[in-house]
């Protein structure tokens, strides 16, 4: 293995071994197997460029081409041309992916679920960090500045990490970059030995003492020694300096706030796994209460709320946080006039549920819980403390049941101006489809309240959106414009989206992060699961407060105050919940057979089979894509027996060559037929040495080949009537028998061992002097190119002095 080859390898064992601080991040682990293929696709593409003689500039072009493949193969193959080639439209459906990365990281905690936008921004990261090791480190043989990269992947992965990236793959990152540092130390010293050496190390001269001896390992060894003390030292030096608190290698991550008289909570997106938990197969339980409550359907758990809206996500404002009071103030714009009643609710979490807030019926007014629990009045949340979570968690709220009448709510006065101002601001990345809908939608409306329950009716049951938890999630503003126009999502795409339509039409709105009331149990009891996971918008009206709404259909259930005072003609209103299936007949089953009552009940058993019998008549794949797809893997097939189909096309011209009608021709056939012998030999693991005569070159390939008897005897025959057409003044007629050629390479194949014998058929090392010949084709076409454009330029030259003459 030659020296650059090795420092490729160190290459991608060191991209990859600080790829691993990614691991801890995600919660399928199934993508680095993608990405350790993908990488070893690019770095063999750069190896194969190298052997090549290619330009740098046009070996890293060469990559970053590859690259794009392989990436629009992997996440955009049904928008690529021909299904492999990166185009427009592939180009815009990895851009969309990115975005839906950038989004699903900012939404989810660690570990998050493996989405196709968090799996192209993982894979594409170790890409682009791969090929940059690979330029730095092996194109333009510099490993020391290709550790840059490297601590950017690891980096990155410790900043997003819970904590920081634990001490294990900060050391297996080092090691890797110390791999890479002593592959080159070795590949410079190799180099400098055959500087000064002056003989090729095949030959077993003084250079290959030079650089297999003592001389090299000891500088090698120091190296290691030195790399050893610098991991060491990075090692011990933070764990031994107290003062570096929250370091790199600090595993334990602080609280939001410490001390009992300030901190802030951060900005943490609390939408943790939210369409992962609504496709749980099992609805597994997260926590109990009883309550007192009269109207358990109205019995929702809030979490949080998110109030800034960027473009690219809704999430948390910063707040100031305080001690827990031990009687939470009057909610934010509740008026003495609405009816109020307090009730008490006795709640206990699951050991399963870690969740970093507390949840609680909104809004509360007391909170009676263990641990170390802080309160933010904005959004009248209690916020886990120094690593308090809700595990295992046992606390009792009080709570209000705040019950205004429609007539209330359509008479409430304007919001306060600073309320407006912040609950109103939308991004200006917002598109004008959402006002435009909005204002479509409510046209003819006397005020907010009216506004507000026809928006919630048009999601629910008016406008045709259809429930699906399998569509790809996001809250940014594509991700609004795609779900007006597609018209299926779950409850991240209502809420959010209704959320932004009112603040277009001056309404004060925000979203609510929880649960919604849960499943009653025999002994009086509620339980609550994974898939009782919800998010529902909250509209402020001056005297009530911040009022809930349910766009959602199929979940939940819809406000009274938003229900008008007769009963609806419809049998199955979508607004309410209910206990089957719609009471509507059809002829095809609305949802599988196999889909337990609990799903079907919060309609997440697909889409009916009614679509699927427009997907009967589908004519099916067109026959040019079967065509392309079969050509597509005769050449993925054919691709590997390359050199071996050429090999066995070179042995047939040589072996059949005729001779003996001239002295040249009998030449050629000598020539061809030790040309076969060397490369055969070469094939089988014994380097051709040009160095030597063509006898020692022949003692050379008996020694290392194992050769004796008759295969020896045909190799020196050759190698003798090489030397009288080589070096006799007049040679006689010599001939050379296919048979001699045709027992060398049987004595070499039996000599070889299985892998040998594997090596020589299907990957020949001789088959690179096609590769060879090439680069030099290719030089000499550049040389007479530049020497016709020399002599064009001479003649102009020559012709000028004699026209002005003229």
């Not at 933010?376 to 308090?388: A, I, K, M, N």
């Amino acid at each position: 293995m030659s020296g650059r080859d090795r420092l490729a390898l160190s290459a991608f064992a060191a991209t990859m071994m600080a790829a691993g601080a990614l691991l801890p991040l995600v919660e399928s682990s199934k993508w680095v197997l993608h990405a350790t293929f993908l990488l070893a696709v690019q770095c063999g593409v750069g190896a194969l460029a190298r052997r090549l003689r290619l330009a740098r500039i046009l070996t890293v072009c060469l990559q970053v081409f590859v690259t794009l493949l392989t990436l629009t193969v992997t996440f955009a193959r049904e928008y690529a041309l021909f299904g492999v080639l990166p185009g427009p439209q592939a180009g815009r459906r990895l851009a969309e992916l990115l975005t839906m990365g950038a989004d699903d990281v900012s939404r989810y905690a660690t570990p998050a679920p493996a989405t196709d936008g968090i799996r192209l921004m993982l894979i594409g990261g170790v890409l682009v960090i791969g090929l940059a090791v690979d330029v730095l480190a092996v194109t333009c043989r510099a490993a020391a500045p290709a550790g840059l990269p490297l601590l950017a992947l690891y980096s990155v992965a410790a900043g997003l990490s819970d904590g920081g990236a634990g001490w294990l793959w900060f050391l297996l990152a080092a090691c890797g970059y110390l791999l890479l540092l002593l592959a080159e130390g070795r590949d410079r010293l190799s180099r400098w030995g055959r500087v000064f050496g002056g003989v090729s190390r095949t030959s077993g001269g003084p250079a290959a003492g030079l650089a297999g001896s003592g001389s090299t390992q000891a500088p090698v060894r120091t190296g290691r020694r030195i790399g050893a003390v610098a991991l060491g030292i990075a090692l011990v030096v933070p764990a031994a300096l107290p003062a570096l608190d929250g370091g790199l290698l600090d595993g334990a991550g602080g609280g939001t706030g410490k001390g009992s008289g300030g901190g802030t909570i951060s900005a943490v997106n609390p939408l943790v796994s939210l369409q992962n938990n609504l496709n749980q197969p099992e609805n597994r339980e997260v926590m109990s209460y009883r309550t007192n409550s009269g109207s358990p359907q109205d019995f929702y758990l809030r979490i949080l709320s998110l109030d800034q809206f960027n473009g690219g996500e809704w999430r948390p404002s910063t707040r100031r946080l305080q001690d827990v009071p031990d009687r939470l103030p009057q909610p934010a714009g509740l008026g003495g006039e609405i009816a109020v009643t307090e009730i008490r609710t006795n709640i206990t979490a699951s050991r399963s549920y870690q969740q970093t807030y507390l949840p609680l019926p909104y809004p509360a007014s007391e909170v009676d819980v263990q641990g170390s629990w802080r309160y933010e009045p904005e959004g009248r949340t209690l916020v886990g403390d120094d690593g308090q979570t809700t595990r295992g968690a046992r606390y009792e709220v009080s709570s209000l049941v705040v019950e205004p009448t429609g007539a209330q709510l359509a008479a409430a006065a304007p919001p306060p101006a600073d309320m407006a101002r912040e609950y109103t601001r939308v991004p200006s990345s917002l598109p004008d489809v959402v006002e435009e809908t909005a204002e479509r939608v409510t046209a003819g409306s006397a005020d907010d309240y009216e506004r507000a329950v026809k928006l919630q009716d048009w999601f629910a049951s008016q406008g045709g959106f259809r429930y699906d938890t399998t569509v790809t999630s996001g809250t940014g503003t594509a991700a609004i414009e795609r779900f007006l126009k597609d018209k299926e999502g779950f409850c991240v795409h209502f809420s959010f989206t209704m959320a932004a339509m009112a603040r277009t039409l001056g309404i004060p709105a925000r979203v609510a992060v929880g649960f919604t009331p849960g499943t009653v149990q025999a002994d009086g009891s509620v339980s609550v699961g994974l898939r009782d996971a919800h998010a529902w918008p909250e509209l402020y009206f001056e005297g009530v407060g911040w009022t809930r709404f349910e766009p959602t259909p199929s979940r939940g259930s819809a406000p009274a105050y938003t229900l008008p005072d007769a009963p609806s003609q419809d049998p199955s209103d979508p607004a309410l919940p209910t206990d089957g299936a719609s009471a509507a007949p059809t002829a095809v089953p609305s949802a599988s057979e196999s889909c337990p009552a609990q799903m079907r009940r919060q309609g997440e058993c697909g889409a009916s089979a009614a679509p699927g019998a427009v997907d009967s008549a589908d004519p099916g794949t067109p026959a040019g894509t079967v065509t392309l797809w079969v050509l597509g893997a005769l050449v993925a097939l054919l691709l590997p027996l390359v050199p071996m189909l050429w090999r066995i096309r070179v042995r047939g011209r040589r072996l059949g060559s005729s001779g003996g009608r001239t002295p040249a021709d009998a030449a050629a056939r000598v020539m061809a037929a030790w040309r076969e012998i060397t490369d055969t030999a070469w094939d089988h693991g014994i380097p051709p040495d040009e160095s030597q005569t063509p006898r020692k070159a022949a003692a050379r390939v008996v020694r290392l080949g194992g050769l004796d008897g008759s295969a020896a005897a045909a190799v020196h025959r050759v190698a003798g009537a090489v030397e009288q057409v080589l070096y006799a003044p007049e040679p006689d007629a010599v001939s050379v028998p296919t048979g001699d050629v045709r027992d060398v390479r049987a004595a070499l194949w039996i000599s070889a061992g299985r892998w040998g014998r594997l090596r020589a058929t299907f990957a020949p090392r001789s088959a690179v002097r096609v590769v060879w010949a090439a680069s030099e084709r290719r030089t000499e076409a550049g040389r007479r190119w530049s020497d016709r454009v020399g002599r064009s330029r001479w003649t102009a030259r020559l012709r000028r002095p004699s026209r002005q003459q003229g």
